[in-house]
């Protein structure tokens, strides 16, 4: 009846060439292109769609900013032939952190040139290629492109009890920002920013999820996929926080038989306070749960520089907190890093993890930890650099089996103060068991006029600062720790070329051999 009276209306005030492709019946499709019986938009299809219909897009550059309110199945003639292109966002599905039900799918198609300043509000900006803001959404996207996205505030709340002593504004999710269950299949999502690009600042004093955005309660699968090359900064005068360049999750996420590579993190601030910048990978944070499978998160990168006060930054390649778990199997991390660079007299510079962060129920087997690196560098106060490969702080025990932690290094430099190199391979100040693992040819060194480079291979004992476990265990079960090394200044100390440990540590069929300068300090 519905499509009869439409018919009838647009008989009767000549509704354009839209009006034959808006003569369907449920479950039909209708085109979207040049030809006279295509509707000349995507809005407009969608606006005439009914539930469970299918859009077909023709080849060509279709305009963005398209809201999607229904189930439809948006089916492009390729992704390389198809472009969907402009808006803030490009595409958003169901109302803004609404709750009602749609089925959407999309694919084989571009989604490109989106630049979202405004939404939901000019200070707070979610979703530059995809937005699912409604958590009844069910999503799927295949075979497609989301690239060249770009998320940023346009303004600043002022100081007050939301920002604290100083102006801020926070953008999320340059690829996709996703509230609801989505499935990503043969698909890459590259080259998205949020907050500054490398040619235009933002106002942002925080910037989160370069590729992906994954919000509590949300559900997230993404299979045979390639997140890479997306980024997040923050620039003076606001810029103090930046996270996770590939994909933040706080819901659930599932990763299999993909990529996760080439992710930017970057602070680059003047901020007389300590700045913070973390996860160039993928971040499992708040109540946050993840399957990563079959999957390589390699060069990924953090970097963090302050010419007003400290830094504090970590995790190159995968972080978890202390409220999620994480399933890492058959997988590589390898060559990400982090980098920390402070200039004032007497700022701290301090980095972690170059490949893993384990902080929550985090179980490891079957995987490769290689070529992480973690640098830091000051005239003078603290630079302390730790944890290449493996980083573990857990309250409760957690395991790595099966895998290799490989070619890692940590490097701290100062001309002025105190230099800290630990834990090249692993740093443990939690409960980890390494179980069938080799540790090997890790690097630890450390340059200026006093200080510690400990633990070529691993690290093992209680970091005496708030937040940290009070209670540290390792275990190191028909494991290897072989041909590690430190180097450091003359007066630097040189302790455990391949294992230091000042807490409880178990041995059980583990060869600690041809490490330099020592094979272990404390055992």
């Not at 089916?75 to 958003?92: H, L, R, W």
């Not at 602070?267 to 749960?289: C, L, M, P, R, Y």
């Not at 230099?419 to 443990?428: D, E, H, R, S």
Request: with cysteine; hydrophobic share 40%; proline share 4%.
């Amino acid at each position: 009846m519905k499509r009869i009276v439409l018919t009838m209306l647009c008989a009767a005030v000549g509704c354009a060439a839209a009006g034959a492709a808006a003569q369907t019946a449920q479950g039909a499709t209708v085109c979207v292109g040049a030809t006279p019986t295509c509707f000349p938009t995507i809005q407009a299809a969608v606006d005439a769609a009914q539930d469970g219909d299918t859009i077909e897009l023709g080849p060509g550059t279709f305009a963005g900013g398209i809201t999607i309110d229904k189930s439809v199945e948006l089916v492009g003639a390729g992704a390389a032939a198809t472009i969907v292109a402009g808006g803030g966002p490009v595409i958003t599905i169901g109302e803004v952190f609404g709750t009602a039900e749609q089925t959407v799918s999309i694919s084989r198609v571009t989604i490109t040139g989106g630049l979202n300043n405004s939404q939901p509000d000019e200070q707070v900006t979610f979703g530059g290629g995809i937005w699912v803001p409604s958590s009844g959404a069910t999503v799927t996207i295949a075979d497609s492109v989301i690239t060249g996205n770009r998320v940023t505030p346009q303004s600043t709340v002022p100081p007050g009890e939301f920002c604290g002593p100083f102006p801020c504004a926070f953008a999320l999710g340059g690829g996709i920002d996703n509230a609801g269950t989505l499935t990503v299949t043969n698909t890459r999502i590259t080259d998205n920013e949020v907050g500054s690009t490398k040619a235009l600042p933002s106002v942002a004093s925080g910037a989160f999820g370069g590729g992906i955005v994954n919000r509590e309660d949300a559900s997230l699968t993404l299979r045979r996929s390639v997140v890479a090359g997306n980024r997040v900064a923050v620039t003076s005068p606001n810029g103090r926080l930046a996270v996770a360049g590939g994909i933040s999750d706080t819901g659930a996420l599932v990763v299999e038989d993909s990529v996760v590579s080439g992710n930017d993190v970057v602070v680059d601030a003047s901020f007389q306070d300590e700045v913070n910048a973390f996860t160039g990978g993928i971040e499992v944070t708040q109540s946050g749960a993840a399957t990563i499978v079959r999957t390589a998160v390699n060069g990924n990168s953090v970097r963090a520089a302050n010419a007003g006060g400290a830094v504090l930054a970590g995790v190159g390649g995968i972080s978890t907190d202390e409220d999620v778990s994480l399933v890492l199997r058959n997988s590589s991390v390898s060559q990400n890093s982090v980098s920390v660079s402070v200039s004032p007299e007497g700022a701290n510079a301090v980095a972690f993890a170059g490949g893993l962060e384990i902080e929550g129920a985090v179980e490891v087997s079957g995987s490769r930890f290689v070529a992480n690196n973690v640098r830091a560098s000051g005239p003078s106060g603290l630079v302390a650099s730790a944890g290449g490969g493996i980083f573990a702080e857990a309250l409760a025990p957690v395991s790595v089996s099966d895998s290799f932690v490989i070619g890692n290094s940590v490097e701290a430099s100062t001309t002025g103060g105190f230099v800290i190199a630990q834990g090249a391979g692993v740093l443990n100040a939690g409960q980890l068991t390494l179980r069938r693992t080799l540790v090997a040819a890790n690097r630890a060194s450390a340059t200026g006029p006093a200080g510690l480079a400990q633990g070529g291979g691993v690290w093992n004992g209680l970091i005496e600062l708030p937040g940290f476990p009070e209670v540290v265990e390792l275990a190191l079960v028909d494991s290897a720790v072989l041909g590690n090394g430190l180097s450091a200044s003359s007066d630097v100390a040189i302790q455990g070329g391949g294992l230091f440990t000042t807490a409880p540590l178990t041995l059980t069929g583990t060869l600690i051999a041809g490490n330099r300068p020592d094979q272990c300090f404390g055992c």
